[in-house]
């Protein structure tokens, strides 16, 4: 089955910027729709964004559109997020997940079959 590994977290300031990396430990995932997801201290776990498997068909929460960047390079197994414009409730653990059945259209977390251990991202004001 596919591992995924998240990097790339870590502190900034609000208003800075981050680069996540999905990598995963397969070719096959170059067929999956991906997704990133976060979660909040006594939160739950919520839909950022997805990507299918050829990079054209994507879509972003409300909350995110327009300060982040879902790309990916096959060739590498990665995935990226390019998070701009941060602010301090985009703090949470960001995880990585996929998918070989779901379309980028389901942002539900049940719709993904694999998961990596996610990577703490934390906003200062």
Known sequence: QVQLVESGGGLVQAGGSLRLSCLASERTFSRYTVGWFRQAPGKEREFVV???????????????????????????????????????????????????????????TNEYDYWGQGTQVTVSS
Do not use: H
């Open 50 to 108: 997805t990507i299918n498997w050829s990079g054209l068909g994507t879509r972003y929460a409300d909350s995110v559109k327009g300060r982040f960047t879902i790309s990916r390079d096959n060739a590498k197994n990665t995935v990226y997020l390019q998070m701009n414009s941060l602010k301090p409730e985009d703090t949470a653990v960001y995880y990585c997940a996929a998918s070989s059945t779901a379309t980028f259209w389901d942002t539900r």
